[in-house]
């Protein structure tokens, strides 16, 4: 058997324009310039170009040893012209791993023996809040505001509650209640990072993959406390056990997500909100180690009426129906029935059909095309 060598990156001459993949004719004319050395190279571990429908999502790099991986990335992009923003591909260890330029110093730079290159470690599981929420947007579920409110006092000064810190509450029910909202705003009032994380996504394809990314995220909340962990859909984790020999993958990530639960200690900031559709399912073990569990209830009619007025004020389009007309047709609906089934599709109507406003007859129709439907029920 023939074995070849792949040559160091430092047998090649200096200009390696195949290394970055980056052909654009400007960056080709440049690099016959005289290009400056970097003096700093700041990476982060980006994603990988593409993957398989279904697959779970890179969840980021970091490294034990930071000279070492200054060394590692210079063996492969010696020689590259690097600019802000640009990709970098990894060869070895992941090839196709894109790393982002993150800083480089002077702007247009070549790597070189001098660069000090590190590693970009910071969040990659927090997401954007591109808009901001309050609890005040939140109408009924009284008491979880109380709950909430108490948690914003925590975070504010986590050291004070000492062992009697809120950790960990369980937000059950249908959907469209308010869950994920009720946690976006705790998270928006506290400043805190939010981590939103669908339970079904830390499910990996290889064993151990679970627990891996449950450690990472919870590091990651840790890192940069004060955080809010939001576990969406739990039951996809924490089914109860003799659900779990059916799903014998699950079992491992529950094991890991108690682990984390009990080692987030009172001081550390971090705050973990379980939520879930199939509370009876969850394994009682999970369930005990959430301090308070909150039921969403439907809303009744008085939530309804005022559900309706906010979302009526945010329409492009006036409305002439009679909301308290509305809100009687509506009994058993969500907050999220009322928006996305009722006025934005009474508003689509009204548009498709050139109409100034929103009339009643736009509305009379949608609801008889609701009630002829028949309303999933909530279960795995
Ligand atoms: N109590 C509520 N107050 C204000 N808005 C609500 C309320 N309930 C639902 N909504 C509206 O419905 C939308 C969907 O709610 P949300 O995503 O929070 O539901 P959920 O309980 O997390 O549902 P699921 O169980 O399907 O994840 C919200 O963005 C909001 O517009
Ligand atoms: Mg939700």
């Avoid at 009032?189 to 990996?204: H, P, Q, R, T």
């Avoid at 993958?249 to 997500?257: A, G, M, Q, R, Y």
């Avoid at 406003?357 to 736009?362: M, Y």
Wanted: with cysteine; hydrophobic share 40%.
């Amino acid at each position: 058997m023939i074995f070849y060598k792949l040559p160091k990156r430092r047998e090649f001459p200096l200009d390696t324009s195949s290394v970055t993949r980056d052909s654009t004719k400007s960056s080709k004319k440049r690099r016959k310039l005289d290009v400056p050395s970097a003096n700093l190279l700041i990476l982060k571990g980006a994603s990988f170009p593409f993957r398989l429908k279904g697959d779970p999502k890179a969840i980021g790099v970091e490294t034990d040893d930071a000279i070492l991986f200054g060394e590692y990335a210079r063996e492969q992009w010696m020689g590259s012209i690097v600019r802000n923003g640009m990709y970098l591909f990894d060869r070895y260890v992941m090839p196709d791993f894109a790393f982002q330029v993150i800083e480089v110093q002077p702007d247009e730079a070549i790597v070189t023996s001098e660069t000090i290159i590190q590693l970009d470690t910071s969040s990659d599981s927090e997401p954007t809040l591109n808009r901001v929420y309050s609890l005040e947007d939140v109408v009924g579920h009284e008491e979880v505001k109380k709950k909430c409110k108490l948690i914003l006092h925590y975070l504010e000064d986590p050291l004070k509650f000492g062992e009697w810190a809120p950790r960990a509450i369980l937000f059950h029910g249908p959907p469209g209640t308010g869950k994920t909202l009720t946690a976006r705003a705790v998270a928006c009032e506290a400043n805190a990072n939010l981590f939103l994380v669908k339970a079904s996504d830390l499910i990996g394809v290889h064993v151990g993959d679970g627990g891996r990314r449950i450690s990472a995220l919870f590091e990651d909340a840790r890192r940069s406390a004060p955080s809010i962990i939001f576990l969406d859909e739990l039951d996809a984790i924490g089914l109860a056990r003799s659900f779990q020999s059916i799903r014998g993958d699950v079992s491992e990530i529950v094991t890991s997500l108690l682990g984390e639960l009990d080692r987030t200690s009172e001081e550390s900031g971090v705050v973990i909100i379980g939520a879930t559709n199939a509370f009876s399912l969850i394994d009682s073990a999970v369930r005990s180690r959430f301090d308070a569990s909150f039921e969403f209830d439907l809303p009744n009619d008085t939530e309804r009426l005022e559900l309706v007025s906010k979302l009526i004020a945010r329409l492009p389009l006036p409305v002439e129906f009679d909301i308290s007309f509305l809100v009687s047709q509506s009994r058993g609906l969500s907050g999220r029935d009322l928006r996305d089934r009722i006025l934005k599709e009474s508003l689509h109507i009204a548009i498709t059909n050139g109409l100034p406003s929103i009339t009643n007859d736009v509305l009379i129709q949608v609801l008889d095309r609701i009630k002829g439907r028949e309303r999933p029920s909530y279960t795995i």
